[in-house]
């Protein structure tokens, strides 16, 4: 029999959990060890694949074939700087996959196999899984799974692959605070008060802080910043390198002179000691066998020594709590609640810094840090699978969150076009038009990124495909239509089509390198750095596009004007050449967006003038009785309208394969598509 609700599983880097909603409330279920959170470990051991617990403890012991980590593997290309930094504190080997993709390498049943990340989170989820159906009794199909706030596209969709690997319908990939903030809210969802919750929740490897309003049963995300790579596990290396600085230092001894299994055992020693410096203020590394006559080798730990090795880390997570404020356009004081989630929460100096925030702030230590995520996965479970009514205290329950970074396309010479921008609520759709650059121009590139800088080279590229078959015009005419859709996954779709033929292409993105929460701070901090140098080289680069259109117009309507030019049309145009030695050779020397404008303004209005009379004098728009009186002289009013329609074309060539860009058009339509 097949059970008809679904289960919440928090996937987590070191540890993972899984609840159920049952008797109008959350049940977290224990594991055949009898332990309510799981090892997310998976070894490879005499003939056997053990999970979990059991497979811990042969990482403990410094068995090969023991698999973990793989959280911070998934949705990552084997070239990414973190992969490459990552590998040197691990016991097992990874190489780079056939499409790039880190990839790991494990001996079972005599043969050696090459295991995707999805493979392993497959298999912890396949445990958990089970684990389930014996405490229900019954088979269970469907699943709501957590994953970082910042987790990208790849790294969504690769954790979806995982659940169906392991025999789940996914019926929801929600972000670890939010699911958090369901379970301190559950029972605060009544009291009808709106209430500003800030989730600290720092894991194994993993950190993420996100500020949520709460308000009857509605879970709003403010803002979420984060790092999908820092976590308890940066405590543990830290502690690592500083026993090893121990042990080389007192007894000469290298570390590339230790065992993988030594290093394990050691490793296992770091984390042991971190838990223990959690509730006391001093403890030891003791490590049989690592010295050469035998001795045990012991190294003295005070929490004090551990916060002082530590100090980097420590002040990250602060950094991004701040950010996190920033971003919501909060204080601390508009702050209610603050939510510590995650293992590592648990550190008393995290707990000190927060505290020292937040001004005295009680910290809310009422739901368990290890289960919180679980506990919320498992509530938006039972309300996806269908038990929205069956129970008052699910009732009403709806989840707003959030994209992380601003998402666009490239346009013209290099620039930045955003449809989605960050800290939009999700799900959400919007739609732009553009156009081509060239005549009769069959083919564009669209090319994806996200970042916060005007120009794509300051960005991150996401993905791109070409649309070809586009009727053939004048640039400027078609119309390509680009849709970006992202779902509440937080996954984004791409699509673009044209107007008057029948071609469409839609891009599901799949990032092949994911930004680390430092990298995409880096990308904030510098827009907001480069500010000034962005604005002056967007608007160089907008002064160049649009008086060359102006040139270029003018010279042609010049081509049909019968010479010799009259006197009036020669001195209209005797600014020309000045113009193009301005844009040649002075306007790079400008340093500020006011002052080019201005420049520009004053060509422009020259060029409005010239092409005007030009007209009149010319072949194409002469005729008795329409000479310029001289009267509409100043008065740019009475130009063609199609010509500030002109100004808006671009013209550039795009990095990538080659293939001409698109062109922003002004009509612009937005969707919001917020539905729940």
């Known amino acids: 029999m097949t059970y008809e609700g679904a289960i919440g599983i928090d996937l987590g880097t070191t540890y993972s959990c899984v609840g159920v909603w049952q008797n109008e409330r959350v049940e977290i279920i224990a594991n055949d060890q ?3 959170t799981t090892p997310s470990y998976v070894a490879f051991v005499n003939n056997e694949v ?12 410094g068995s090969n074939g023991v698999i973990f980590d793989a959280k911070r593997l998934i949705g990552r290309k084997f070239s990414d700087s973190v992969v490459q930094s990552d590998m040197k504190h691990w016991p097992f080997k990874v190489e780079e996959g056939e499409k790039g993709g880190a990839v790991m390498r494990v001996e079972h049943l005599g043969e050696g196999m090459l295991l995707q990340p999805e493979q392993i989170s497959a298999r912890v989820l396949a445990y958990l899984k089970s684990c389930a159906e014996s405490y229900l009794g019954k088979q269970v199909a469907k699943a709501v799974v957590t994953v970082p706030a910042y987790f990208n596209d790849s790294q969504r969709q690769a954790t979806k692959d995982a659940g169906t690997i392991a025999g789940l ?8 605070p939010t699911a958090a903030a369901i379970a301190y809210g559950l029972d605060k969802a009544d009291e009808g008060k709106e209430r500003n919750v800030l989730v600290f929740d720092f894991g194994g490897g993993t950190f993420d802080v996100s500020i949520i309003s709460v308000s009857g049963g509605v879970f709003e995300v403010k803002a979420t910043n ?4 820092l976590g308890g596990e940066d405590v543990d290396a830290a502690l690592l390198e500083h026993a090893l600085a121990d042990i080389r230092n007192r007894y000469g001894i290298e570390q590339g002179s230790l065992s993988q299994k030594m290093l394990s055992k050691l490793r296992s020693r770091c984390e042991e000691v971190k838990r223990v410096l959690s509730h006391s203020t001093v403890g030891e590394i003791a490590l049989d066998g690592l ?7 012991v190294l003295k730990l005070t929490r004090a020594r551990l916060e002082e090795l530590c100090t980097k880390i420590f002040a ?13 356009s909060m204080k601390v004081e508009d702050i209610e609640d603050v939510v510590l989630v995650g293992g590592s929460s648990r550190i008393p100096a995290v707990q000190a810094q927060l505290r020292e925030l937040f001004r005295g702030k009680q910290l809310c230590s009422s739901v368990h840090p290890d289960e919180a995520v679980a506990y919320g996965a498992a509530v938006q479970a039972h309300v996806l699978s269908g038990g929205y009514g069956e129970s008052s205290r699910t009732a009403g329950i709806v989840l707003l969150d959030v994209v992380p970074l601003s998402i666009g396309v490239e346009v013209d010479d290099g620039k930045f076009d955003v449809i989605i921008r960050r800290n939009t609520t999700i799900p959400y759709l919007a739609t732009k038009e553009y156009s081509t650059v060239d005549d009769n121009q069959s083919e564009v590139e669209i090319q994806v990124f996200e970042g916060e800088r005007p120009l794509t080279r300051h960005n991150h590229r996401l993905g791109s495909f070409v649309l070809d078959g586009i009727t053939p015009a004048k640039h400027g005419e078609p119309t390509i239509t680009v849709t970006f859709s992202v779902d509440a996954d937080g996954i984004l779709t791409v699509t673009a089509a044209e107007e008057l033929g029948s071609v469409t292409k839609t891009l599901v993105v799949e990032n092949s390198e994911r930004l680390t929460s430092e990298e995409v701070q880096k990308m904030i901090e510098v827009a907001q750095k480069f500010a000034l140098t962005d604005a002056t080289a967007l608007a160089r680069m907008e002064a160049t596009e649009r008086l060359t259109q102006w040139f270029d117009r003018l010279e042609a309507v010049m081509e049909t004007v019968p010479q010799p030019y009259s006197e009036k049309l020669q001195k209209r145009i005797a600014f020309l050449p000045h113009g193009k030695e301005w844009v040649g050779t002075q306007l790079h020397t400008y340093t500020d967006a006011a002052s080019i404008e201005a420049k520009v303004a004053k060509i422009e209005r020259l060029a409005k003038r010239a092409l005007k009379s030009a007209r009149r004098e010319g072949k194409d728009g002469w005729a008795p009785g329409n000479e310029d009186n001289g009267s509409g002289d100043d008065n740019d009013g009475d130009d063609n309208s199609d010509e500030d329609d002109e100004l808006q074309r671009g013209r550039g060539v795009t990095e990538g394969s080659g293939r001409p860009p698109i062109r922003k058009r002004d009509r612009i339509e937005a969707i919001n598509a917020n539905t729940e």
């Open 34 to 36: 009898g332990n309510r």
């Open 50 to 61: 053990l999970v979990g617990d059991a497979a811990k403890s042969h990482a403990a012991r």
């Open 169 to 176: 319908e996914v019926l929801r990939i929600i972000n670890e």
């Open 226 to 229: 984060g790092d999908t790579h």
């Open 291 to 297: 010295l050469p006559d035998g001795e045990e080798y």
């Open 316 to 328: 990250r997570c602060l950094s991004v709590v701040q950010r996190a404020l920033k971003d919501a």
